[in-house]
């Protein structure tokens, strides 16, 4: 496909989402305007929109300060995955007992952990947040990369076997490119993770410029404008992160992406 | 790589033999031996950096009288912030409040609380995410306007939107179940769409030639295609929905629930920090326990039908 | 290369024609009373029984038989993929095992088994690179062997851009690029339709000629067999021995005119018929191999 095609294919893509947003939001923004419904609980976008503009700079400290905890976390917990994943794949019986381990740790809820945290680094510290977000994307990226590691065509192992090409080698130039799709469909799950977790261990303590704390105060003032301002700026940080995923996915693994492609998805 | 699972299958008996991997009881003792190493490290780095601790006492009449200083001192591992594995463990036995039932049962009735919430949000999720994703499997037009959408509405931090649904539905629990259910219906509207897209296009076609309706394909065809990738998707969705329920509880207000004693817990953690380890213990639990609920009716419903997904 | 003789150049009727003893020295694989069985005890599956066999350099051999023979199991046993349970592999003077470490084997599965990460050229070059060609020599061996199969102006393209065909030339390209001692082939033609079946077959006689290789197929087709091979194996299951050698006197080079010879069809048929004394009527060689339904299900999956 050449790069223009794709291009074009891309914005056709992206004609119906855009069309989405502005029926809603002109709906949303009439609809509510007309009914007078209660402002406070879910403001009109212009209402929303006017507070993004009046709290930008306190809005733009507090994106900066989750930002730091999730990818920091994000970085933390994803290095330490890749790593383990890279240990125990090698050996049947490692990852055969850790993968079970760690798909049963997937399925608690890691956010309780987050009072744990806050004693441990103190709530101000951006370390409590960035443990939380650490374990809880570890799990996922983990268990992902060892299935990419692992689940390798038998045959392209019988040709490496044939060539008799040393287990280094075999590593290098078949299971880590064979685990490259695997291991970024877990950094898309883990992006969103993380910034859910770094503002909902937020919710625990922080310091008062943090995202989390900023919205919840809001709320509690009952200054709703405020709070989806708040909220939109975390959806932001989190799309923003998937997105940058998916860009190392369109240049780390085109054969995949085009791949996918073919397959309609 | 589409072609794997083609070639992986078409191997003869001899790669039969090589995949088996370990027991189930190595397995078992593996699970064992990796819990052991994990009190052996929490007890190990209590003892090298702890609180100082002494034994007094007499035991078949002997004097024992031992003080253990440990060498350092680190801040992770006081008893404040990692309290021994014995007195979490003793802590279930002792009365939550004064006068009031033991541990374990208060933690028993409010993780029921939230099992329950989690159940309903998890009805309410499933039931919306199979329905989009019917709805988004039978329109390309549709699947193109909205997945973005339903992508980004998980970047919503919940916690952020959680006090807006409770003071919007003045039922709580119910409010509470909303929220679990926002978190829920994703994995499942995702793993119905790629379910229902997965039918082998040959049946399809072969469907089509019977004259078939689409209703008929889609209940012939399709969602029987599609049950693996459900029932893997409602198990990401119940862990989610637990996470959902104990979320939604924080700002609720409501006095049941294991989101409440994480509160209260927190609130009193200077006094009886084994407290809230006992809680969260018991909230993973919640988790295993609704993953594991819909593992076993994974396999009640797929004996003989498919292959059941091992993990 | 040129220190094998041409087939084409060579008669083929000089060499001893029907199956016996074959001195030792001449032969590239000596298979001596080779068993292999899958499983232990009395439940175990024996996939070959007492198997003997001698290949010469140069030769081409076609592996016949019905599923469950276990021509696939053979061929793995040539290549050290697996261990035979009884008996010893012999090639070229030393044992399966050290032949593969010596990187004697050029393989080709049914599945063209290209790695999608990587262009139609650099796949070509990862022997090359496994065995630590230098840069320069890497790509003029793999351009080398890109025009051979016919598709030099391919080697900037991905493997999923090519056609099934093209794809299984890439591999046989690859399994040729360090110009190993011996071509072990399973099944590669297997999942290709009929014309471009035919087409490849004339492809590998004409690499066949040029590079004078040693080849072992495994196949399911008679005709395929008939037409590639000089000599043709035909086994028979339950268990997995060798029933009848078949020597194909037909001439070099072969060509699109040589399915047409009266000889050709004589051949087909005295193949068909052996495999039929050893069926007793049951399946019989069309059959569908269980390995293909299951392909078509995991197709249905993927």
Same mark, same amino acid.
């Given at each position: 496909?050449?790069?223009?095609?794709?291009?074009?294919?891309?914005? +056709?893509?992206?004609?119906?989402?855009?069309?989405?947003?502005?029926?809603?939001?002109?709906?949303?923004?009439?609809?509510?305007?007309?009914?007078?419904?209660?402002?406070?609980?879910?403001?009109?976008?212009?209402?929303?929109?006017?507070?993004?503009?009046?709290?930008?700079?306190? !809005?733009?400290?507090?994106?900066?300060?989750?930002?730091?905890?999730?990818?920091?976390?994000?970085? *933390?917990?994803?290095?330490?995955?890749?790593?383990?994943? !890279?240990?125990? =794949?090698?050996?049947?019986?490692?990852?055969?007992?850790?993968?079970?381990?760690?798909?049963?740790?997937?399925?608690?809820?890691?956010?309780?952990?987050?009072?744990?945290?806050?004693?441990?680094?103190?709530?101000?510290?951006?370390?409590?947040?960035?443990?939380?977000?650490?374990?809880?994307?570890?799990?996922?990226?983990?268990?992902?990369?060892?299935?990419? !590691?692992?689940?390798?065509?038998?045959?392209?192992?019988?040709?490496?076997?044939?060539?008799?090409?040393?287990?280094?080698?075999?590593?290098?130039?078949?299971?880590?490119?064979?685990?490259?799709?695997?291991?970024?469909?877990?950094?898309?799950?883990?992006?969103?993770?993380?910034?859910?977790?770094?503002?909902?261990? #937020?919710?625990?303590?922080?310091?008062?410029?943090?995202?989390?704390?900023?919205?919840?105060?809001?709320?509690?003032?009952?200054?709703?404008?405020?709070?989806?301002?708040?909220?939109?700026?975390?959806?932001?940080?989190?799309?923003?992160?998937?997105?940058?995923?998916?860009?190392?996915?369109?240049?780390?693994?085109?054969?995949?992406?085009?791949? =996918?492609?073919?397959?309609?998805? | 790589?589409?072609?794997?699972?083609?070639?992986?299958?078409?191997?003869?008996?001899? +790669?039969?033999?090589?995949?088996?991997?370990?027991?189930?009881?190595?397995?078992?003792?593996?699970?064992?031996?990796?819990?052991?190493?994990?009190?052996?490290?929490?007890?190990?780095?209590?003892?090298?950096?702890?609180?100082?601790?002494?034994?007094?006492?007499?035991?078949?009449?002997?004097?024992?009288?031992? #003080?253990?200083?440990?060498?350092?001192?680190?801040?992770?591992?006081?008893?404040?912030?990692?309290?021994?594995?014995?007195?979490?463990?003793?802590?279930?036995?002792?009365?939550?409040?004064?006068?009031?039932?033991?541990?374990?049962?208060?933690?028993?009735?409010?993780?029921?609380?939230?099992?329950?919430?989690?159940?309903?949000?998890?009805?309410?999720?499933?039931?919306?995410?199979?329905?989009?994703?019917?709805?988004?499997?039978?329109?390309?037009?549709?699947? +193109?306007?909205?997945?973005?959408?339903?992508?980004?509405?998980?970047?919503?931090?919940?916690?952020?939107?959680?006090?807006?649904?409770?003071?919007?539905?003045?039922?709580?629990?119910?409010?509470?179940?909303?929220?679990?259910?926002?978190?829920?219906?994703?994995?499942?509207?995702?793993?119905?769409?790629?379910?229902?897209?997965?039918?082998?296009?040959?049946?399809?076609?072969?469907?089509?030639?019977?004259?078939?309706?689409?209703?008929?394909?889609?209940?012939?065809?399709?969602?029987?295609?599609?049950?693996?990738?459900?029932?893997?998707?409602?198990?990401?969705?119940?862990?989610?929905?637990?996470?959902?329920?104990?979320?939604?509880?924080?700002?609720?207000?409501?006095?049941?629930?294991?989101?409440?004693?994480?509160?209260?817990?927190?609130?009193?953690?200077?006094?009886?920090?084994?407290?809230?380890?006992?809680?969260?213990?018991?909230? =993973?639990?919640?988790?295993? $326990?609704?993953?594991?609920?819909?593992?076993?009716?994974?396999?009640?419903?797929?004996?003989?039908?498919?292959?059941?997904?091992?993990? | 290369?040129?220190?094998?003789?041409?087939?084409?150049?060579?008669?083929?009727?000089?060499?001893?024609? =029907?199956?016996?003893?074959?001195?030792?020295?001449?032969?590239?694989?000596?298979?001596?009373?080779?068993?292999?069985?899958?499983?232990?005890?009395?439940?175990?599956?024996?996939?070959?029984?007492?198997?003997?066999?001698?290949?010469?350099?140069?030769?081409?051999?076609?592996?016949?038989?019905?599923?469950?023979?276990?021509?696939?199991?053979?061929?793995?046993?040539?290549?050290?993929?697996?261990?035979?349970?009884?008996?010893?592999?012999?090639?070229?003077?030393?044992?399966?095992?050290?032949?593969?470490?010596?990187?004697?084997?050029?393989?080709?599965?049914?599945?063209?088994?290209?790695?999608?990460?990587?262009?139609?050229?650099?796949?070509?070059?990862?022997?090359?690179?496994?065995?630590?060609?230098?840069?320069?020599?890497?790509?003029?061996?793999?351009?080398?062997?890109?025009?051979?199969?016919?598709?030099?102006?391919?080697?900037?393209?991905?493997?999923?851009?090519?056609?099934?065909?093209?794809?299984?030339?890439?591999?046989?390209?690859?399994?040729?690029?360090?110009?190993?001692?011996?071509?072990?082939?399973?099944?590669?033609?297997?999942?290709?339709?009929?014309?471009?079946?035919?087409?490849?077959?004339?492809?590998?006689?004409?690499?066949?000629?040029?590079?004078?290789?040693?080849?072992?197929? $495994?196949?399911?087709?008679?005709?395929?067999?008939?037409?590639?091979?000089?000599?043709?194996?035909?086994?028979?299951?339950?268990?997995?021995?060798?029933?009848?050698?078949?020597?194909?006197?037909?001439?070099?080079?072969?060509?699109?005119?040589?399915?047409? !010879?009266?000889?050709?069809?004589?051949?087909?048929?005295?193949?068909? #018929?052996?495999?039929?004394?050893?069926?007793?009527?049951?399946?019989? #060689?069309?059959?569908?191999?269980?390995?293909? *339904?299951?392909?078509?299900?995991?197709?249905?999956?993927?």
């Amino acid at each position: 496909m050449t790069l223009r095609r794709q291009a074009r294919a891309r914005s +056709r893509d992206l004609i119906p989402v855009a069309v989405v947003f502005v029926v809603v939001v002109t709906l949303w923004e009439v609809v509510l305007g007309v009914l007078g419904v209660k402002q406070f609980l879910l403001p009109r976008p212009s209402v929303i929109l006017a507070a993004l503009v009046t709290e930008w700079a306190t !809005l733009v400290e507090g994106l900066r300060y989750t930002a730091v905890e999730a990818i920091g976390g994000l970085a *933390i917990g994803s290095v330490l995955a890749l790593v383990v994943a !890279l240990a125990t =794949a090698r050996w049947v019986f490692a990852r055969e007992t850790l993968v079970p381990v760690a798909i049963a740790a997937n399925s608690m809820p890691i956010i309780a952990f987050a009072p744990i945290t806050n004693n441990w680094f103190g709530s101000e510290s951006p370390a409590s947040r960035m443990t939380i977000v650490a374990v809880m994307v570890f799990f996922p990226i983990m268990v992902n990369t060892v299935r990419g !590691l692992t689940m390798v065509d038998a045959s392209a192992i019988e040709l490496m076997r044939s060539y008799a090409a040393s287990d280094w080698q075999v590593l290098r130039r078949l299971r880590i490119p064979n685990a490259l799709p695997y291991v970024l469909t877990a950094f898309r799950v883990a992006t969103t993770l993380a910034v859910i977790g770094a503002v909902i261990g #937020e919710y625990f303590g922080g310091p008062r410029q943090a995202l989390g704390i900023y919205i919840t105060g809001e709320a509690t003032l009952f200054r709703f404008a405020n709070a989806w301002a708040a909220i939109i700026m975390a959806c932001l940080l989190g799309m923003s992160l998937y997105l940058v995923v998916l860009l190392a996915e369109r240049t780390l693994i085109p054969w995949h992406a085009s791949g =996918a492609r073919a397959d309609g998805r | 790589m589409t072609r794997t699972a083609t070639v992986q299958l078409a191997a003869g008996p001899v +790669r039969r033999s090589v995949a088996s991997g370990p027991s189930r009881r190595a397995k078992a003792i593996a699970l064992v031996g990796l819990l052991a190493a994990l009190l052996l490290v929490w007890e190990g780095a209590k003892w090298l950096g702890g609180d100082p601790w002494r034994l007094h006492g007499s035991l078949l009449g002997i004097q024992i009288d031992y #003080e253990h200083v440990p060498p350092l001192q680190w801040r992770i591992a006081t008893d404040l912030a990692l309290p021994h594995v014995w007195s979490i463990i003793g802590t279930f036995a002792e009365p939550a409040q004064r006068n009031g039932p033991i541990l374990a049962q208060v933690l028993f009735g409010n993780a029921l609380f939230t099992f329950g919430e989690a159940l309903v949000g998890f009805a309410i999720g499933a039931t919306l995410g199979l329905g989009l994703g019917i709805f988004f499997s039978q329109s390309r037009t549709a699947e +193109r306007a909205f997945v973005p959408y339903v992508v980004a509405s998980q970047t919503v931090p919940i916690v952020a939107i959680a006090p807006l649904v409770v003071i919007f539905l003045p039922v709580g629990w119910l409010a509470v179940a909303i929220i679990a259910a926002y978190l829920t219906f994703f994995p499942v509207t995702m793993g119905a769409l790629r379910g229902l897209r997965s039918a082998d296009p040959r049946a399809v076609e072969l469907m089509r030639s019977f004259a078939s309706s689409p209703r008929q394909i889609l209940w012939k065809l399709r969602l029987p295609a599609a049950t693996p990738y459900l029932f893997a998707s409602f198990r990401i969705a119940a862990s989610a929905s637990v996470v959902g329920a104990i979320i939604g509880e924080l700002p609720s207000g409501i006095p049941y629930g294991l989101g409440s004693s994480i509160l209260n817990f927190k609130q009193y953690y200077i006094s009886g920090p084994e407290k809230l380890w006992a809680t969260i213990i018991v909230a =993973a639990m919640l988790g295993l $326990v609704f993953v594991g609920l819909v593992r076993a009716a994974e396999s009640w419903w797929s004996r003989g039908r498919y292959r059941g997904n091992g993990t | 290369m040129e220190s094998w003789p041409l087939p084409g150049e060579r008669d083929v009727n000089a060499g001893p024609a =029907a199956p016996g003893p074959r001195s030792r020295r001449s032969s590239v694989v000596q298979v001596d009373h080779v068993g292999k069985t899958f499983g232990d005890g009395p439940d175990g599956l024996v996939a070959l029984k007492d198997v003997d066999l001698a290949i010469e350099a140069g030769e081409f051999i076609s592996l016949i038989g019905p599923s469950g023979c276990g021509k696939s199991t053979l061929l793995r046993l040539i290549g050290d993929l697996t261990t035979p349970s009884s008996g010893t592999v012999t090639v070229n003077g030393k044992s399966a095992r050290e032949a593969r470490l010596g990187r004697e084997y050029g393989m080709v599965f049914q599945a063209p088994v290209l790695m999608d990460w990587r262009t139609v050229q650099k796949n070509v070059e990862l022997p090359l690179e496994l065995m630590g060609f230098d840069k320069a020599a890497r790509e003029t061996r793999a351009r080398a062997m890109l025009d051979l199969v016919e598709l030099g102006d391919f080697g900037q393209t991905h493997p999923w851009q090519l056609s099934g065909g093209m794809q299984q030339r890439v591999a046989i390209a690859r399994a040729l690029a360090f110009d190993p001692k011996l071509l072990l082939m399973d099944e590669p033609f297997g999942a290709l339709d009929e014309m471009t079946r035919e087409r490849m077959n004339l492809e590998l006689m004409r690499i066949w000629r040029k590079t004078g290789t040693t080849i072992i197929f $495994v196949t399911h087709s008679i005709p395929e067999a008939v037409f590639l091979s000089t000599r043709v194996v035909i086994m028979s299951a339950r268990p997995g021995r060798i029933t009848r050698i078949v020597d194909v006197d037909l001439p070099q080079p072969r060509t699109v005119e040589t399915r047409e !010879l009266e000889r050709y069809f004589e051949h087909v048929t005295t193949v068909r #018929e052996a495999l039929r004394r050893h069926e007793g009527g049951d399946g019989g #060689e069309g059959g569908p191999d269980p390995s293909e *339904i299951l392909q078509i299900r995991a197709e249905g999956l993927a």
